[in-house]
């Protein structure tokens, strides 16, 4: 099944500044960027992300996210909302059930749901 347009076009932007990988499923598309930076205050600097998107994107926006499942803070804990560990590709991840508030599909994207991700792993709460 062939990704949705904007998507395909949002990924080929993205692929300028990270590997991108995708893998599909029958009801998910699976974004994964190795290596993404995490930032200070974690106890490896980087860890793969993956994203999880309905095939209706960009109608449906992303919702959560997922690192490898050893990402913790600094001091051992787990980050909050992100105790839950799931299986998806064939790999543990550590989910971080930090929800955006509200999707506009007319004016964001997945460069702008990444800065969305990015500050909130400054604010690890």
């Given amino acids: ?9 949002e ?11 995708t893998v599909e499923e029958a009801a998910w598309i ?17 860890s793969d992300l993956l994203l999880r ?7 449906a926006g992303p919702d959560m996210f997922w690192l490898e499942k050893q990402v913790l803070l600094k001091n051992g804990q787990c980050p909050q ?21 509200g999707w506009n599909p007319s004016i964001e994207d997945l460069s702008s749901y990444l800065e969305f991700v ?7 709460r």
């Fill in 1 to 9: 099944m062939p990704l949705p347009p904007r998507l395909e076009k």
């Fill in 53 to 59: 998107l309905q095939p209706t994107y960009p109608d």
């Fill in 81 to 101: 909302n992100a105790d839950l560990i799931e299986f998806y590709i064939g790999r543990e991840w550590r989910r971080f059930s930090w929800h955006r508030r």
């Fill in 118 to 124: 990015r500050r909130r792993l400054k604010e690890k």
């Fill in 30 to 46: 699976n974004i994964v960027l190795p290596t993404f930076a995490l930032g200070e205050g974690f106890t490896v600097d980087s």
């Fill in 11 to 21: 990924l080929d932007e993205l692929r300028r500044y990270h590997a991108v990988n």
